[in-house]
């Protein structure tokens, strides 16, 4: 089985490098103004992937932090996923042709799942669907609005469609360092056979340590933010645990 990966997240809001609390927008902490240098810092790091949000593009509908998501990609080797404001095909195949390996669709996953379908046919392994939840319930356009879909059903009307991933987000947890939760996200693990990646909350080591345990072991990974940038969690440490540990 491949090791879990642990994800560093770039959250883009004016160019910049941020991260939210709860996905509100004014609650918005800068933690670095030159993104591509922030980029580069994880891949030296070690880390192998890497997880870019445009938040003013979730919530335009469009790509609107594009220069900084550019100048990340000319600064980076290793492979970057992509979400926010990506409604259409023409967006997608952009993306993708800039050197975005996987791009992540949210909102129009609820609006338009056939253009979730039909991209994931015509760019086999390179569309992950983001899956952001309050309560159990999807939310979508940036999380400003709730659906009644709740989040299994969602991540089931994709099983055949040939997802490379779920992103699931914990809204409660996104940005206050509360921990992951692992619980709901197993749950939707077992409910699809599409790998599934933690979101929201992840707060110490213990939530490092958590992924490798047996009820976790099916979860692609876990996405890191808050705590990372402000050194609760340290990578080395995060990457030799994940590398050594056994699923």
């Given at each position: 089985?491949?090791?879990?990966?642990?994800?560093?997240?770039?959250?883009?809001?004016?160019g910049q490098c941020?991260?939210?609390?709860?996905?509100?927008?004014?609650?918005?902490?800068?933690?670095?103004?030159?993104?591509?240098?922030?980029?580069?810092?994880?891949?030296?790091?070690?880390?192998?992937?890497?997880?870019?949000?445009?938040?003013?593009?979730?919530?335009?509908?469009?790509?609107?932090?594009?220069?900084?998501?550019?100048?990340?990609?000319?600064?980076?080797?290793?492979?970057a996923q992509l979400?926010?404001?990506?409604?259409?095909?023409?967006?997608?195949?952009?993306?993708?042709?800039?050197?975005?390996?996987?791009?992540?669709?949210?909102?129009?996953?609820?609006?338009?799942?056939?253009?979730?379908?039909?991209?994931?046919?015509?760019?086999?392994?390179?569309?992950?669907?983001?899956?952001?939840?309050?309560?159990?319930?999807?939310?979508?356009?940036?999380?400003?609005?709730?659906?009644?879909?709740?989040?299994?059903?969602?991540?089931?009307?994709?099983?055949?469609?040939?997802?490379?991933?779920?992103?699931?987000?914990?809204?409660?947890?996104?940005?206050?360092?509360?921990?992951?939760?692992?619980?709901?996200?197993?749950?939707?693990?077992?409910?699809?056979?599409?790998?599934?990646?933690?979101?929201?909350?992840?707060?110490?080591?213990?939530?490092?340590?958590?992924?490798?345990?047996?009820?976790?072991?099916?979860?692609?990974?876990?996405?890191?933010?808050?705590?990372?940038?402000?050194?609760?969690?340290?990578?080395?440490?995060?990457?030799?645990?994940?590398?050594?540990?056994?699923?």
């Amino acid at each position: 089985m491949s090791p879990v990966i642990l994800f560093p997240a770039i959250d883009l809001k004016d160019g910049q490098c941020v991260r939210l609390k709860h996905g509100e927008m004014s609650e918005a902490t800068v933690f670095n103004t030159d993104p591509a240098a922030q980029a580069r810092a994880f891949q030296d790091q070690g880390f192998s992937w890497l997880h870019i949000v445009d938040l003013n593009g979730a919530f335009a509908g469009k790509p609107v932090n594009a220069p900084a998501v550019e100048a990340i990609l000319a600064a980076l080797t290793i492979p970057a996923q992509l979400g926010g404001g990506i409604r259409d095909m023409a967006t997608i195949e952009a993306w993708l042709a800039k050197g975005i390996r996987r791009v992540i669709l949210g909102t129009v996953a609820v609006r338009d799942p056939d253009l979730v379908r039909a991209a994931c046919k015509a760019h086999p392994g390179r569309i992950a669907v983001g899956i952001d939840a309050r309560d159990g319930k999807v939310a979508v356009e940036g999380w400003a609005e709730t659906s009644e879909l709740s989040a299994i059903d969602l991540a089931r009307r994709f099983e055949d469609a040939g997802v490379a991933a779920i992103i699931f987000t914990d809204i409660g947890r996104d940005g206050v360092l509360k921990g992951l939760n692992l619980e709901a996200t197993a749950e939707m693990a077992r409910a699809t056979s599409i790998p599934v990646i933690a979101s929201g909350g992840l707060a110490s080591i213990a939530d490092v340590e958590a992924l490798l345990r047996p009820e976790n072991r099916m979860l692609e990974g876990a996405i890191t933010g808050r705590a990372l940038y402000d050194g609760r969690i340290d990578a080395k440490a995060a990457l030799a645990l994940l590398r050594d540990g056994k699923r």
